[in-house]
């Protein structure tokens, strides 16, 4: 679905940082955004959220580490990640969140962008 779009993945070594970037249509935009991770063999979680007035919460495991922003000008939402480790391998996907439940908005998904750290 062309109404998400991730990208900034890669290949990094622990410790190392990585920049993702997303673009969404307006309908999503225009609600709270949330990054998803699914790492093999499990499933896709919420880590990350931030409201359209920019208030952010973070999983635990992530919190320190992470940040998540967006720019309501152009509908693009970031994840700027450091110090990444080995356990924050997976695939990295955008959505409209609710923030109450941590529920996707929509019930599709963008390809996603893989994210892998070496040790």
């Known amino acids: 679905q062309e109404d998400l779009m991730e990208s900034g993945g890669g290949l990094v070594q622990a410790g190392g940082s990585l920049r993702l970037s997303c673009t969404a249509s307006r309908s999503i935009f225009n609600n709270a955004m949330g990054w998803y991770r699914q790492a093999p063999g499990k499933q896709r979680d919420l880590i990350a959220s931030?409201?359209?007035?920019?208030?952010?919460r973070y999983t635990d495991s992530v919190k320190g580490r992470f940040t998540i922003s967006r720019d309501n000008t152009d509908n693009t939402l970031f994840l700027q990640m450091n110090s990444l480790q080995p356990e924050d391998t997976a695939v990295y996907y955008c959505n409209g969140v609710n923030v109450y439940n941590g529920a996707p908005l929509v019930h599709y998904w963008g390809q996603g962008t893989q994210v892998t750290v070496s040790s």
């Open positions: 931030i409201t359209t007035r920019g208030t952010t």
